[in-house]
């Protein structure tokens, strides 16, 4: 099955720097990789996500980044802001023809951002 | 409000209790889920469903029980609950290809 693997599993940042999270995972079948960011007290929301057939992806503040051959994926924040502290889950899935197509979950990154 | 909904969202229960978590969703989607996670950890899946009368236990083993009798609906049963049982459980839903969306949660305390 899926492995997803998230570093780091903390993460403190001054307001205004960058903050980089980064996942790999093992299954080659994988090609929807999700992004969520869970504050506190609240449920998981997808960010961002990124398909296979695309290297990068943004949405203002924030991007994502694919490296199919490696088989990692990372999400990118830039100008970071209080309100961006939070947990954030990397997943990955992949899209097989017929049957469950599972979505494995990273262990979860806590964002810090001082102000 | 197309949505997905958790009841109880909070609740307090005695060692050997039966509970029954409720999760609903208005969404019209065919796969649901459920999650057991401790605040701002890692999220274990312990049931899912492909659609009506579809269950299948998770990566977690639990001492739980799940029914899909219909579509938006994916009740988890707790038969006797135990104080290892304290935790957050979400329930969450996807259609096809898209995003999975995350219900509000349920804390459970077993004392």
């Known amino acids: 099955g899926e492995n997803v693997e998230q570093h780091p599993s903390t993460l403190s940042v001054q307001e205004g720097d960058s903050a980089v999270i980064k996942c790999t995972y093992s299954?080659?079948?994988?090609?929807?990789f999700p992004w969520y960011k869970q504050e506190l007290g609240k449920r998981p929301q997808l960010i961002i996500d990124?398909?296979?057939?695309?290297g990068e992806k943004k949405d203002q503040r924030i991007a994502v980044t694919l490296n199919k051959t490696a088989k990692h994926f990372s999400l990118h924040i830039t100008e970071t802001q209080p309100e961006d502290s939070a947990v954030y889950f990397c997943?990955?899935?992949?899209?097989?023809?017929?049957?469950?197509?599972?979505?494995?979950f990273g262990t979860g990154t806590k964002l810090q951002v001082i102000p | 409000e197309a949505d997905i909904y958790q009841t109880p969202r909070y609740l307090v229960i005695g060692t050997g209790k039966k509970i029954t978590l409720e999760c609903s969703q208005t969404?019209?989607?065919?796969?649901m889920y459920w999650y057991q996670q401790d605040p701002g950890m890692e999220l274990h899946l312990i049931h899912y469903?492909?659609?009506?009368?579809?269950?299948e236990k998770g990566d977690l083993s639990s001492e739980s029980t799940v029914s899909r009798i219909r579509t938006e609906h994916f009740p988890l049963t707790l038969e006797s609950a135990r104080p290892s049982h304290t935790s957050q459980y979400l329930c969450?839903?996807?259609?096809?290809?898209?995003?999975?969306?995350f219900g509000p949660g349920t804390r459970l305390t077993v004392l």
């Open positions: 997943a990955a899935r992949p899209t097989n023809s017929g049957g469950y197509q599972k979505v494995t």
């Open positions: 990124i398909r296979s057939n695309v």
């Open positions: 969450a839903s996807r259609q096809g290809g898209h995003e999975q969306f």
């Open positions: 299954d080659s079948a994988s090609n929807y």
């Open positions: 469903s492909y659609g009506v009368n579809s269950t």
């Open positions: 969404m019209g989607h065919d796969k």
